[in-house]
């Protein structure tokens, strides 16, 4: 039986290498998403700015129909192309931190900390979905004013949007406190 749990534990150190090289591998790519999607994002930045608005933040938090109303009616018909292109960058953003924090948990059940690990993904799969969410609230209302519905509905989906920015970036500072704090835990264990 001896040669048959040394070899059992020798698959397992092989399989937990290759679950850790795999998930460096998805971090990496993740962090470089997101990198680049930001890149991109950052230009549009720019041309909100250009067009008398504030970043997509401002959107995300108008916290009142009336301002977020405003905000979408300020920059025209450029400022609004320019919040939709934002929003289509920002799927990309969204999709990098999924790979991040998916990759970070694989890391984090590899060293031993499947908690941890599990912990980290259902962070970052949380706040994708809340940023779809958000996303999906600001697009409707930013075609919602662009199709001429102005007052009326447009600015409606701010409380949602704010909420749901919150409770994204909440969700991700967790996440980012799991990967920093995790060797601070390691340590006191």
């Known amino acids: 039986m001896a040669p048959t749990v040394r070899g ?16 460096v591998v998805c971090a990496a790519l993740g962090g470089l998403q997101v990198w680049a999607a930001t890149r ?3 230009d549009e930045f720019f041309i909100l700015r250009s067009a008398g ?5 401002a959107f995300e938090f108008a916290g009142s129909p009336s ?27 969204t999709a990098g931190y999924v790979f991040v924090t998916l990759g970070f948990g694989g890391i984090l059940t590899a060293v031993s900390r499947p908690g941890l690990g599990r912990k980290e993904i259902v962070f970052g799969l949380v706040a994708a979905a809340v940023a779809v969410i958000e996303n999906v609230a600001l697009r ?14 447009g ?8 909420f749901a920015a919150v409770i994204k970036f909440v969700l991700l500072l967790l996440a ?3 990967v920093l704090l995790w060797p601070l835990r390691t340590w006191l264990n």
Do not use: C, E, W
């Not at 608005?53 to 933040?57: A, G, T």
């Open 176 to 178: 980012a406190g799991t």
């Open 67 to 93: 301002k977020l109303r405003s905000l979408v009616a300020a920059g025209g018909d450029r400022g609004r192309d320019a919040i939709l292109r934002s929003l289509d960058i920002d799927y990309l953003v």
């Open 8 to 23: 059992s534990g020798l698959a397992l150190g092989v399989m937990r290498v290759i679950g850790a090289l795999f998930s």
């Open 53 to 57: 608005q504030s970043s997509l933040l």
């Open 40 to 42: 991109r994002r950052s």
């Open 155 to 162: 600015g409606g989906t701010a409380p949602l949007v704010t």
């Open 140 to 153: 409707q209302a930013a075609t919602t004013h662009l199709n001429g519905g102005g007052t009326a509905n």
